[in-house]
């Protein structure tokens, strides 16, 4: 995410640098196209990037969205013309709306890849960008970049080279982010507890997470769990009429639970609790992936009461 987000801004960078560069040469209306392609990517990347990272505060994801599509289109648009500033501006805004409904309604198992092709659009448009200004410009042939960028055999090279780096690194960085999270001690906690049954009240120094719920929705919707880590699911109903939280397929030992449902032993996680009450479950994810947890209540799904979360 950061990367991506790295990414884009040098670019955005460089096709603003290239225009206040070459801006007596640069026509009116090149001006405005590059300032309206590059505010819209910017709007819409940078909102993706909110809409992920800031879920289930719409309202932030898109003012910072439209900031981002603001700043790239006026500073594009800024050495052409009030023209080119005005359609730079305007696209920019549009385009960090709607990358920030996207970010905020995008299923989670598909937020990586929306990033990835986000990204791709984002390169290729600028590259595209990049060549319609420099056509406009008149082509300097004395500058190994420019005859470079003229042939399309070297482009070709160079843009699968580029998402290759990119996969790769987005990986590494990746891993290295999970790294302190899958230490040895964890694995070994986690497989002494699969081993024996688990104790019904064990002294957990597990982390305890808040979910309030009201008609019809969780707040907050998504969670950051930890193979092997404990976790207390606090379910607090500030509704009224009842809610649970149920996991979908999420591998999970019980620790203990405090409503009188029997269960058996590799139950999906569930918590239920009566308007104004609180329930909570406690339990060891096993598995790393990502959960979505939903209400049971019939009718209560439909109307937006679905979160995920995110174990690693
Ligand atoms: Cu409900």
């Not at 790295?6 to 955005?12: E, K, R, W």
């Not at 042939?151 to 780096?165: E, H, K, S, V």
């Not at 964890?186 to 997470?209: R, W």
Request: aromatic share 10%; hydrophobic share 50%.
């Amino acid at each position: 995410m950061l990367f991506t987000g790295g990414i884009a801004a040098v670019l955005s960078f460089v096709v603003i640098a290239f225009i206040f560069i070459k801006r007596k040469k640069i026509t009116c209306m090149a001006g405005m196209m590059a300032a309206m392609a590059l505010g819209m990517l910017a709007g819409l990347t940078g909102g993706l990037l909110a809409g992920i990272s800031y879920n289930g505060n719409l309202f932030l994801s898109t003012i910072l969205g439209m900031t981002f599509g603001f700043l790239a289109g006026f500073f594009a648009g800024m050495p052409i013309s009030i023209m080119a500033i005005i359609d730079g501006v305007l696209s920019g805004v549009m385009g960090g709306m709607m990358g920030a409904m996207l970010g905020e309604m995008i299923a989670p198992e598909y937020q990586d890849p929306t990033v990835h092709i986000m990204l791709v659009l984002f390169v290729g448009m600028t590259c595209i960008v990049l060549y319609m200004l420099q056509q406009e410009a008149g082509f300097n042939h004395s500058f190994l970049i420019n005859k470079l960028f003229h042939n399309p055999l070297w482009l070709a090279i160079a843009l699968p080279l580029f998402f290759y780096l990119y996969n790769h690194l987005y990986n590494e960085f990746a891993r290295s982010s999970d790294l302190p999270m899958t230490n040895s001690s964890l694995n070994h906690f986690m497989e002494d507890h699969n081993q024996a049954a688990p104790p019904l009240s064990i002294e957990t120094k597990g982390k305890k997470v808040v979910i309030e719920a009201t008609e019809f929705v969780y707040l907050p919707k998504s969670l950051q769990l930890t193979v092997g880590q404990p976790v207390t699911l606090i379910l607090k109903n500030s509704g009224r009429v009842e809610h649970d939280i149920e996991f979908e397929n999420m591998k999970a030992s019980l620790l203990q639970r405090n409503d009188h449902e029997n269960h058996a032993e590799n139950a999906n996680v569930h918590v239920h609790s009566l308007p104004g009450k609180t329930a909570e479950v406690t339990f060891i994810p096993i598995e790393s992936g990502v959960f979505r947890f939903y209400c049971t209540v019939p009718g209560h799904k439909e109307s937006g009461m679905v979160g995920w979360a995110k174990v690693s």
